[in-house]
């Protein structure tokens, strides 16, 4: 399956672009620290997805990108949250963006469970 069809992909690759977008904003001292740690986080994660969905040489393969994808949401929620409490986004965005990250983390679990189940049957099969 193509990537660009997932939901997972298309949901964590808008993200990233508001992401990038919101992070502009932030203090010009933080553009090189804060803002550029959230941004390369963010992107990473639809990155990975096309990684692993692009080379889908085995389910291992694919789980392995898949898992690297989430290291990089919950890195992103981290991120966020550092950029709360230091007050360059309200309450209200942070706990927006949270509930987007748990969303896209959800699928990502999905995906995950569908390649450790065809592996499972690949493994049977031989």
Not at 6 to 35: C, G, N, T, W
């Amino acid at each position: 399956m193509p990537y660009e069809r997932l939901d997972v992909y298309q949901k964590s690759y808008q993200l990233a672009l508001d992401i990038h977008r919101m992070s502009l904003l932030f203090p010009k001292l933080e553009q090189y620290e804060l803002a550029s740690q959230l941004r390369r986080s963010s992107k990473s994660i639809p990155g990975n997805i096309v990684e692993g969905m692009g080379k889908q040489d085995t389910p291992a393969d694919v789980r392995r990108f898949i898992k690297i994808a989430l290291g990089s949401c919950d890195e992103t929620r981290v991120w966020l949250r550092f950029s709360k409490d230091l007050g360059y986004l309200d309450d209200t965005q942070h706990q927006q963006l949270e509930a987007r990250y748990q969303e896209i983390g959800r699928m990502l679990q999905g995906v995950l469970k569908r390649y450790q189940d065809a592996s499972v049957v690949r493994s049977r099969q031989n």
